[in-house]
Every structure is written in C-alpha cells, then in structure tokens.
C-alpha cells in the first residue's frame, strides 16, 4: 500500500520498492488466493511507473479492489482495511469513485470482524454520505444494510428490522433484486434472533430464491442450518455445513459451519467429534463474533458431557467477549446457561416441530444446497420453489 500512496505523489515509482513487491509476490504460496490478484495488482504499477495521472484508464485502485477482496476472503481484515483505506484516500477519477463506497462497506466489516463496533458504524456512516452525494442509490442502500448489523448485534431488533423493512421496499422500487436479498436475509437474522425461528426460515429461502452470487447463497445457507437445527434436523443441517465447510469461498464462512458442526457433534452426543472440531478451531483467529459463538457452543458441549468445570471456563470467556465488544444478541443465551449450570438441572432440549410448509422447505434443503455447490443459480431456485 506504501507503494500506492508513491504512485499517488505522481512521482515516479522507487524501483526499490517494486523489487520488494516482486519478492513479496514470489515469496507467497503459488495456490495462495491474493498472489494472482497482488501480482495483477503489481503489473498494473509497473505500467504506471512514472506516476499517476487523471486517466480514466488507469486501474490500480481497481486492482487494489481486488486485492483487497482476496484479503477479505481469506481472512487478512488489517491488510484488507489497508487496501480499502488506501482506495478512500487515492480515488480521483469517476471510474475510481465508483468503487469508494464499497471500500468504505467492506472496511467496517473488517472493523466489525475485530470488535471495533463505534468505528465501524462511522465508517458505514461516510460511506453513505459519500454515495448520497454520487447518486449511488445502490450503495446507499448496501450501507443501509450494514448499518442495520450494528444495531442487531447489540440487541436493537427492532431498530434493525425499520432499516431493513425500508432497505427492501425500496430495492423493491428500484428493481436491484441482489440488494433485496441481502437485506431480506438480514431481516431473517434478526428474526431468528427474536425467537422466531418459523418467520426465519421463510425469509432465509426467500432471500436464497433471490440470491445472485455464491457469497450470498452460502451464507443463507449456513443461516438455514442453524435455523432447521432448531427444528431437530441435524442430518441435513449438518450436510449442508460439511458442504459450507469445504466449499465456501470465504475463510469466515468455512469457519463459521465448523462451529455449528462442533454444536451438532454435542447435540448428537459425539464427544470425540466435539472435541475435534473444538481444538480445531482453538488454533484459529475467529472474528468476535464467531468466537463468542465458539465459546458458547463449547460450553453447551461440555455441560451435555458431565463436565461442568471446562463448560464454566468457556461460559466466562463467552460472557467476557459479549461483555466487552457489546454482542448483546447472544448476552441473554450467556446468561441462561449460567444460570442452567448453578442450577445443576439435566440439560434437555425439546426442539420445536415444524409446520408443514416450512417441512416440505427443509426437506428441499439438500438439494438446494447441492446446487449452489454445482454454481447452478436456476437449479437452487428451482430447487426450493
């Protein structure tokens, strides 16, 4: 990025540090997912080595885009706020301004991924200012989004669910179905999050109807494991997480079904599967989130197995990440099974039973998910019509 902000001077471009991004480059493993798109990235400064100019041909900030999204797949959040603040700072040209407000939207994640909740919600906040004095109406409205996230996780449900009601009436009006997807999905989320598991899976497969990309389908995918899994399917929550697991394009998704698959091995009483899938991922840096979840999920496991010591442990470490990156989505389940574990009571879970439209939904699941697997957006729709 430091040779970025050289080329940004108009000066030209220090050959030491393009040697030093050639060595980079070269030093990365060869199936490494940012490799190709920093090496695009470096052929792109080579051919504007004497410097910028106000060209609209010039594609640095674009590959820089790039780059930064490989980043943000693999899980690199600082290097890919990096590359997000980098395009902020350097856009001129209409082509890069364009791609300003999506930096700002996928630099508050970043934050988010690290906890870093006030920042990020002033980063989404730029960024839709920037779009509204553009025009972006469509970016305006992935922010919206964004913005919405915040006030679920700390527990504003129905602040959340004014924004994104508003966010899909309006996609609605402008006729972007992707944008109406994300925002249908969220609203799912924060459905499940009230309790209302059979109003989330509606919206969950609604969302996934409408989904045009494999990033979006496989995260509704995973959100409709964890719902149908409150409904006792762990069978074919579990096949499409293995699925999620391996396949996902995102390093956090993957993740993301190895925690759940970790739930489900405890569910099913499966000790050593359970504690695989938790030492597993003791060795990986999960986004808060995901690692309040992990430790919750840990703690259930271990009080389903008679070990009350280790499910205290990881019941504080819980509390103490929801405590202190404000994760109030999950401080009443926190504070339930604390008190479930002073109390000594037999851990009993009774799921719910479906109603029959959401059964035939469920029962369509697999199918769904083995079609985004095949990158067949026709046959998923087709598949949960």
């Not at 030093?27 to 106000?54: F, H, I, K, Q, Y």
């Not at 999506?102 to 909740?117: F, I, M, S, V």
């Amino acid at each position: 990025m430091r040779l970025i902000d050289a080329w940004a001077t108009r000066d030209p471009l220090p050959d030491a540090g393009l040697r030093a991004l050639e060595r980079a480059i070269n030093m990365m493993d060869v199936d490494a997912l940012e490799r190709r798109t920093l090496r695009s990235l470096g052929e792109a400064l080579l051919g504007e080595a004497s410097g910028r100019t106000d060209s609209e041909d010039s594609c640095v900030l674009d590959r820089t885009r790039a780059y930064g999204e490989s980043l943000w797949l693999t899980a690199e959040w600082a290097l890919a706020s990096d590359a997000c603040r980098t395009i902020i700072r350097h856009a001129r040209t209409t082509a890069e301004q364009r791609i300003v407000p999506h930096a700002y939207d996928r630099l508050g994640h970043c934050l988010l991924a690290r906890g870093r909740q006030d920042r990020a919600i002033e980063t989404f906040q730029a960024g839709r200012s920037f779009a509204t004095a553009r025009g972006d109406f469509r970016s305006d409205l992935c922010l919206r989004i964004s913005e919405a996230s915040i006030d679920r996780i700390r527990g504003n449900y129905l602040a959340a669910e004014c924004i994104l009601d508003d966010v899909i009436a309006d996609a609605t009006f402008a006729e972007l179905p992707d944008v109406r997807a994300r925002a249908t999905h969220d609203r799912g989320v924060t459905a499940f999050h009230r309790g209302d598991n059979v109003r989330a899976l509606s919206l969950y497969f609604q969302a996934l109807r409408e989904y045009g990309t494999d990033a979006g389908a496989d995260r509704v995918l995973a959100d409709i494991a964890l719902a149908i899994l409150k409904f006792g399917y762990h069978d074919i929550a579990r096949d499409v997480l293995v699925i999620l697991e391996r396949d996902s394009a995102e390093q956090v998704q993957r993740w993301g079904a190895t925690v759940n698959l970790m739930r489900i091995a405890a569910l099913d009483d499966n000790e050593q599967l359970f504690d695989g899938y938790r030492r597993t991922l003791a060795r990986v840096r999960l986004p808060v989130r995901q690692l309040a979840h992990y430790h919750l999920f840990a703690a259930w496991g271990w009080l389903r197995f008679d070990q009350p010591l280790l499910a205290r442990r990881e019941f504080t470490r819980a509390q103490y990440i929801v405590r202190r990156y404000r994760i109030t989505e999950l401080d009443q389940d926190v504070s339930a099974s604390l008190q479930l574990l002073e109390s000594k009571a037999p851990v009993i879970e009774t799921p719910p039973l479906a109603p029959p439209d959401l059964r035939l939904l469920i029962d369509r699941t697999p199918a769904a998910v083995m079609a985004w697997q095949n990158g067949r957006r026709s046959e998923c729709q087709k598949a949960i019509a």
